[in-house]
């Protein structure tokens, strides 16, 4: 599986947006990019995931640059309940293939 | 999306007993389900990959005789820590695959587990 980079932290205000970036310039042709969160003392939330077009869901959106080294995810309102750590996954598409978690995005979102 | 539980969600045991802890798919029958093992302020590290009616496929460094794991039926998956000592004190996560819910895994809330 390809190898993703993140920032190790963010702070975001209430109401603001929130971008969260992952570069991932060895990304492989059939590899999706995934985004899940956790909160403190919680299993992984899946929010999003996509190939090559940028997807939209009720949580986020996923902006993919066209030659697919690096996305971005945006919570468009973010809200104190939005801080979390966010994970940047790249990997072959399919549930049944195994995710590998790095070190993630600590995200404060702060009144 | 589909509901992953575990049970226990917490569990305190002695130096050199064994415990079981149980990741269900409540809603939905899933194919694979992985296990996670999550130190404090690090990172999800996974251990093994278990296909129901097969043997679980462990990680690099991770002991199968230690970390037992089952997957008996399309909803559940167990996890039993053989011989417990306070090193393998740690939050166990599950996670479990439906291939309706397309390319995706969704995720148990946690079992934390404490070895005196």
């Known amino acids: 599986d390809a190898k993703t980079t993140q920032p190790t932290s963010m702070d975001c205000a209430e109401g603001r947006a929130a971008n969260l970036p992952c570069n991932h310039s060895t990304i492989s042709g059939n590899e999706y990019v995934y985004w899940y969160r956790q909160i403190h003392s919680q299993g992984p939330q899946y929010i999003i995931h996509g190939l090559k077009n940028n997807e939209t869901n009720e949580m986020a959106s996923l902006i993919i640059t066209e030659d697919r080294k690096s996305s971005t995810l945006i919570l468009p309102h973010a809200t104190l309940r939005d801080t979390a750590v966010y994970y940047c996954i790249v990997r072959v598409g399919g549930g049944g293939f195994k995710t590998i978690f790095g070190a993630g995005t600590r995200l404060f979102v702060k009144a | 999306g589909a509901v992953v539980s575990q049970h226990p969600s917490r569990v305190i045991c002695k130096s050199g007993t064994s415990v079981k802890i149980e990741c269900r ?92």
């Open chain 2, 25 to 116: 798919s409540l809603d939905f029958q899933a194919t694979t389900m992985f296990w996670y093992r999550q130190f404090p302020k690090q990172s999800l590290m996974l251990m093994a990959t278990s296909n129901e009616g097969s043997k679980a496929t462990y990680e690099q460094g991770v002991e199968k005789d230690k970390f037992l794991i089952n997957h008996a039926s399309l909803t559940l998956s167990t996890l039993t820590v053989t011989s417990a000592h306070p090193e393998d004190s740690s939050f166990y996560i599950c996670s479990a695959y439906y291939s309706t819910y397309g390319e995706t895994q969704y995720f148990g809330p946690g079992t934390r587990l404490l070895v005196l």
